[in-house]
Every structure is written in structure tokens, then in C-alpha cells.
């Protein structure tokens, strides 16, 4: 099937359950992007209702993920199914503990175990060929193995973990190399200001630089006391505890410091820039 093909497929559904519950609205394309040399990007406007973002995988046979991010909050919670995410009111509170209850984030509700998210498979990596890749706007590039990475010593952080979709699982013992500490390793030069991750499955993330550096932020190799798991991100994941979890990128293959924002996967289909949970920063706008 053709990319049109299956986003007008998509599109279509949209179209159904937003008469059913806003009233008529006509989709109309806005702009079409390549991400990635793999995933394309439909943009359209739902007029004034805001619009609708379709990704499509170009090598798979299947539409990959959509969100549609509503300007007025006109549909109820779950209406458009797991799939689909309508877009949070900004509050306009600020830091924790502002806004939030016993230390827990607005919005989000406590769950037994956590969700797996794999949206292009879950990789298979052999331990001793991968590399941790460090490069960019640094003046000493690094590659860097699991076993270079475990002796640089291993930083413990006891913390919950935040799914932008609304669900939190409760504290974990997670371990890894402080960011901080690789950023020191490279030689990251003042000029950088986002840090773009990408993973073994060609998923990506773009992370503030002063987030990237915070105190917590580690590149986790370790969960309560354990290797992480091939679905949980195993060799290494991100793991920042004040940003929602799709920045969070897992099996990451290489770090790149840049001056300028570009899109990652999530945020090319209107996830926020920078995620942090007690701002409630869900979305681009909010």
C-alpha cells in the first residue's frame, strides 16, 4: 500500500470520530516531511480545532503512530483510542512541588508494571559488537563499549518513571553512567545547546543540554540491580527523572551534541520539546 494510501486510510477514521464527537470538520493537507530517510510526516489542519499529524513507515507496510493536538479540549479522555492522544491544557504551574500532590506529577495515575513501547520492533543487539557513539559539537568524539561504559562506574537513582500517556509506575533502583559524566568524557563544546539520541531501531529524541547534564540524568545500564531486559532498552537507555518517558530513548546507539533544535520522532508529531512532567509540558504549545 502505498504512504497517500495509508495515511488517507487513517485520516478517514479521524474524520468519522471527529463528527461523531466536535461536529463536521474537512482535514485539509498542510505539508508533507521526510524524517529519517524512513518515516514520513503528514501534516493537517482541522481549522480551527488545531491538526491532526500522521507518521507513516516507509519500509513496513503499516501506518507507524498519529496524534492529533486539539487548540480547544473537545474530546474526552480514550475517545480516539490507545492510538491517539489529545492534547493537555496548560496549567501554568512551574516547578515541583507547585501543582503537584505528595511529590506526584499532574495527570498521572499509578500502574502495576509498565507499558513496552517498541514502534519499530524490539532490536536484537549483540553485546559485543555495539558501540556507544559520541559525537557532534565535541572536541573528542568517543565509541565507546558496554564493558568501557560499566567501568567508568555505575551511579544508582532511585526514582518513579512517567509515561506522557498518563501512567507512572512506582520508585525503581535505576544505574548507569551520569550524562554529565560522557559530556565531560567528549569535550562538549559551549555552543551546544539540544542533544539528539538515536536508538538501534532508528527511533529518535532530542533532549535540552541543561537537562541532558542534570545531576540525575544517567545513561541506564542497570534496573534493580539487573541488566536492563531487550524490551526495556538493553545495553543502554536514557533515563532523565523530570522528563516524561518518551525522552527516555532506548538501545541507544549514538548521542550527537547540536546548536540547533530539530525534531525527533515524538516531537515531529507535536510532542513538546523538552518534557518535563511537573510543568506538565505534554505537547508543543502547552
Known sequence: ???????????????????????????????????????????????DLGECRIIVDGKRDFMAQMTICLLKEKLEPGILGEEYYGVSRNTGFAEAPRGVIEGFPRGQKLIPKPVVYAVNGIPRVSVESWRLVVEGLVEKPLELSYEELLSLGLQAVNSMFHCVTGWSISERKWEGIPLKRIAELAKVKNNAKWVLVESLDGYTTIIPIEDFLHPQSILALRIDDKPLSPEHGFPARIFIPHLYGWKHAKWVKRIIFLKEYVDGYWEALGYHERGNIWREERFKGT
Open 1 to 47: 500500500m502505498r504512504d497517500e494510501e495509508k495515511a488517507k486510510k487513517i485520516i478517514s477514521r479521524v474524520i468519522e470520530l471527529l463528527i461523531e464527537h466536535v461536529g463536521l470538520v474537512t482535514p485539509t493537507l498542510a505539508g508533507r516531511e521526510v524524517i529519517g530517510g524512513r518515516f514520513i510526516l503528514y501534516k493537517y489542519s482541522l481549522g
